[in-house]
Antibody, heavy 122, light 108 residues
């Protein structure tokens, strides 16, 4: 069964750092495209970052320069290192497998993990 | 950035009603459009991809249509388990993708 399990969320002060993890089972993270998507409390969905199977990475403008997506192939785990956190980064963070097309471009997300809540507050 | 606008933002419907949700893109996105269902406290679930392709395991009462800038998600006969929030998502500007604001389907 394909499954994603996030961890690492919590309460952090503004300016702090946090690393989220996403453990995958039933498929190989390094052979797939993987994304992080977040959802602020009571709000909609926002794509944050993607890592291709080649290792190429891309970020939303809101994450660029502060967040880093990576993976550990030996642990079949995806990460999101978040630095210089702001109140507006407060959200549930989901990891998701990213389906890519014949041109190698990521399209839709399936499946998703259950999410981990990050709260940035003093 | 490509903006995705969903309408309505919420609706009330009864079991067995036919429900239609609209998603409009700020520019032509061909058929690079997906639909997700999200229940409270749960992760989104993929329903439709490439505007009209039904994801495996999703009931056939869900269908998607459209191309260019205007898209619809239709639930042909609303079931109790369908009360949820629905989001559209464009992948024309991949890898930087955007979602619509969501449509909450509530019980009348």
């Amino acid at each position: 069964e394909v499954q994603l399990v996030e961890s690492g969320g919590g309460l952090i002060q503004p300016g702090g750092s946090l690393r989220l993890s996403c453990a995958a089972s039933g498929f190989t993270v390094s052979s797939n495209y993987m994304s992080w998507v977040r959802q602020a409390p009571g709000k909609g969905l926002e794509w944050v970052s993607v890592i291709y199977n080649s290792g190429a990475t891309y970020y939303a403008d809101s994450a660029k320069g502060r967040f880093t997506i990576s993976r550990d192939n030996s642990k079949n785990t995806l990460y999101l290192q978040m630095n210089s956190l702001r109140a507006e980064d407060t959200a549930v963070y989901y990891c998701a497998r990213d389906h890519y097309d014949d041109y190698g471009l990521p399209n839709w997300f399936d499946p998703w993990g259950q999410g981990t809540l990050v709260t940035v507050s003093s | 950035d490509i903006q995705m606008t969903q309408s309505p933002s919420s609706l009330s419907a009864s079991v067995r009603d036919r429900v239609t949700i609209t998603c409009r893109a700020s520019q032509n996105i061909n058929n690079y459009l997906s639909w997700y269902q999200q229940k409270p406290g749960k992760a989104p679930k993929l329903l439709i991809y490439a505007a009209s392709s039904l994801q495996s395991g999703v009931p056939s009462r869900f269908s998607g249509s459209g191309s260019g800038t205007d898209f619809t998600l239709t639930i042909s006969s609303l079931q109790p388990e369908d009360f949820a929030t629905y989001y559209c998502q464009q992948s024309y500007s991949t890898p930087r993708r955007t979602f619509g604001g969501g449509t909450k389907v509530e019980i009348k």
